[in-house]
């Protein structure tokens, strides 16, 4: 997603993060310390269905969340550029199925913490 940005708009983009990213495992349980922990994680494939847009899947299910901060950089023409810059990017990462469905496959962390009964 940053890199098609950066393709329309590099002065803004080269270079920039959004999102602090994720932890993996040890540093939430580092977070918690002293508390009983069970950390897991797991990989889901979601089967995206076919849009009505033109655009990706993937670009249509993240605009209104992780795309919102690039989006709000944006004018009209850019977005435009960035949204057909995008789909070409996600095109190679998420073929599209012959119906024109797309698998995109997220990972989430699950995590129980209890605090010890003093």
Do not use: C
């Amino acid at each position: 997603m940053i890199a098609a940005a950066a393709k329309v708009r590099p002065d803004l983009f080269d270079g920039w993060t959004p999102f602090p990213g994720h932890l993996e495992p040890g540093p939430y349980a580092e977070l918690m310390q002293g508390a009983d922990i069970e950390i897991w994680s797991t990989e889901y494939h979601q089967r995206l269905p076919v849009s009505a847009e033109n655009a990706h899947l993937v670009r249509t299910f993240l605009s209104s969340t992780a795309g919102l901060p690039v989006l709000a950089k944006l004018n009209d023409d850019e977005k435009a550029l960035f949204g057909a810059s995008w789909d070409a990017l996600l095109d190679e990462a998420y073929p599209r199925l012959p119906d024109g469905g797309a698998w995109f496959p997220f990972r989430r962390l699950f995590l129980v913490a209890r605090k010890p009964v003093t």
